[in-house]
């Protein structure tokens, strides 16, 4: 089996959204990444950092899904990263209640020996400097290296965010992300400037209004399903990034045709994600459930016309 290597919060949130809220829950990119990607077939190991408060419990829900923990460290009396938020109505906005970085401030990442091989990195939502240290450990050189950030980088550590830009293959940015990041309102526009600093994969995420997928001149375009209830947005992106990233592990196959797949199943799992607070509906995910909605993506998108 291909390998995946995953870097990302494994932390708490807690989140309130117009349908209610939750106490500290299971959170963090690395966590959502993590339960994405295990949908596929292959070896998969998350890299990060949480504090003697963490469950066992939830080690355990990661472990039971065949996700390789060696590189999780647990700091004793430390405490875990925390992360607090109220989406508004529209549930595209929300505002930051509390952040405890905790035990994240002083992250060094340790890349377990058996990983130093992966085939694909996923260098989740962390500061620039902790994703090049996660390349600088790498023994060969991986067939793909993706990468997600936000403003926040791009407004406290731009030097450092271009620097791990050039060392990948794939960005992962949302619509706002892209225009701060190039300077460019045109989604096409900014994508190309993107691909000038490094990448030759760029990924733009429109939320409910699906994803694009830029290579030079050629674009691809996937839809979100359009869902009777979205019930918390928390992690979407993540869970798109482990879809994306772990269909791509899966198959071996890092061409511009197969990524218009992983960008689909990325889409797909997604689409579950937002169905309950958290983790919740991620965790209780079946096989059958998948298949089926990747169905339905395929019935909507999917037309014949004479040209």
């Not at 997928?213 to 918390?232: H, N, R, S, Y």
């Amino acid at each position: 089996m291909n390998k995946l290597l995953i870097v990302g919060t494994v932390a708490f949130d807690a989140i309130e959204t117009p349908f209610g809220k939750t106490d500290k829950i299971l959170g963090g990119a690395g966590t959502y990444i993590g339960l994405s990607a295990s949908h596929f077939n292959l070896e998969s190991a998350i890299v990060s950092i949480v504090g003697e408060d963490f469950p066992q419990e939830y080690i355990n829900l990661l472990t039971d899904r065949n996700i390789d923990v060696s590189g999780l460290e647990v700091v004793k009396g430390g405490k875990t990263f925390f992360w607090s938020g109220r989406y508004h109505n529209d549930l595209n906005s929300r505002d930051t209640l509390d952040t405890q970085l905790n035990v994240l401030a002083d992250f060094q990442p340790k890349v377990p020996q058996n990983f130093k091989n992966a085939d694909v990195v996923m260098l989740g939502n962390l500061h620039p400097l902790v994703q090049s240290s996660v390349l600088d450990q790498m023994e060969a050189k991986p067939k793909l290296v993706v990468l997600d950030t936000m403003n926040f980088w791009m407004d406290c550590a731009m030097p450092e965010l271009l620097e791990v830009i050039k060392r990948v293959d794939v960005i992962t940015i949302n619509d706002e992300e892209a225009r701060q990041l190039s300077g460019e309102y045109s989604l096409v526009k900014a994508a190309a400037k993107i691909h000038a600093m490094g990448p030759k994969y760029v990924v733009i995420k429109k939320g409910e209004h699906g994803a694009l997928l830029f290579e030079g001149k050629q674009i691809f375009f996937a839809p979100a399903l359009p869902l009777e209830e979205v019930f918390d947005p928390t992690g979407a992106g993540d869970t798109f990034a482990g879809g994306f990233t772990g269909y791509i592990t899966q198959s071996g196959d890092i061409s511009f045709e197969n990524m218009k797949k992983g960008i689909i199943q990325g889409s797909n799992l997604a689409s579950f994600c937002v169905e309950k607070f958290g983790t919740e509906r991620m965790l209780r995910l079946e096989k059958q459930e998948v298949v089926s909605r990747l169905k339905q993506f395929k019935s909507l998108t999917h037309f014949d016309i004479e040209i």
